[in-house]
């Protein structure tokens, strides 16, 4: 069974810092992979997705992600964060198959510091 | 263009009382989905439907029965609600099972 961990609960940045989140997967074949982004109070938004070809995905609000074989990983990145970013981010696996359909990770909160 | 809607936004129950969350995309997706979010355990998959007519069982779907009312229409049902319901339900829609989801606004739901 397909399945995804997000090793950090919660992660605070400085406004402008860097920011990596990571998101661990566990699927046999090539996973299907998002992230999806919440603000307090609302539903979950795309960020970007990943299901094959170039392995840096491009998504919306300047956030980038590394789709990485080898470690099962598919971490979140942005070289500076504002202030507008604080959120919960959630990564998501999907599989092919009779039975498709997305797991989600349980999120990790990012808190921006002024 | 609305996208997905929720109705209602915020009910209190008491146990034992039953209620349907609705939900309502104007996309013309193939798929819906009922999720429940709780603090640290993410979203959790109640009930699906892949296309219209179809509706499986998703990671929680104890205590709930959903119904596809038709392409646009998806709603979950709480027969008799126990406090451990209480959560805040999203609904999504996509294209298909493995395209974006869109999600609702959601309803929190409170069970005394």
């Known amino acids: 069974a397909q399945s995804v961990t997000q090793p950090d609960i919660h992660i605070t940045v400085s406004e402008g810092a860097s920011l990596e989140l990571r998101c661990n997967y566990s699927?046999?074949?090539?996973?299907?992979l998002f992230w999806y982004v919440q603000s307090p109070g609302q539903g979950l938004q795309l960020l970007l997705k990943?299901?094959?070809?170039?392995?840096l995905v491009q998504g919306i609000k300047g956030f980038e992600a590394e789709f990485k074989r080898s470690q099962s990983s598919f971490n979140l990145r942005k070289p500076s964060v504002h202030w507008s970013d604080a959120a919960e981010y959630f990564c998501?696996?999907?599989?092919?198959?009779?039975?498709?359909?997305?797991?989600f990770g349980t999120g990790t909160r990012l808190q921006v510091t002024l | 263009n609305a996208g997905v809607t929720q109705t209602p936004k915020f009910q209190v129950l008491k146990t034992g009382q039953s209620m349907t969350l609705q939900c309502a995309q104007d996309?013309?997706?193939?798929?819906m989905y009922w999720y429940r979010q709780d603090p640290g355990m993410g979203l959790r998959l109640i009930y699906y439907?892949?296309?219209?007519?179809?509706?499986d069982k998703g990671e929680v779907p104890n205590g709930y029965n959903v119904s596809r009312l038709n392409k646009r229409e998806f709603s979950l049902r709480l027969e008799s609600a126990a406090p451990s319901q209480t959560s805040v339900y999203f609904c999504?829609?996509?294209?298909?099972?493995?395209?974006?989801?869109?999600f609702g606004p959601g309803t929190r739901l409170l069970v005394l």
């Open positions: 990943y299901f094959s070809g170039d392995t």
């Open positions: 998501a696996v999907g599989s092919t198959g009779t039975a498709s359909k997305l797991t």
């Open positions: 439907s892949a296309s219209e007519g179809t509706t």
């Open positions: 699927y046999g074949a090539t996973p299907y």
């Open positions: 999504a829609s996509s294209e298909g099972t493995l395209e974006t989801q869109y």
């Open positions: 996309m013309n997706h193939n798929s």
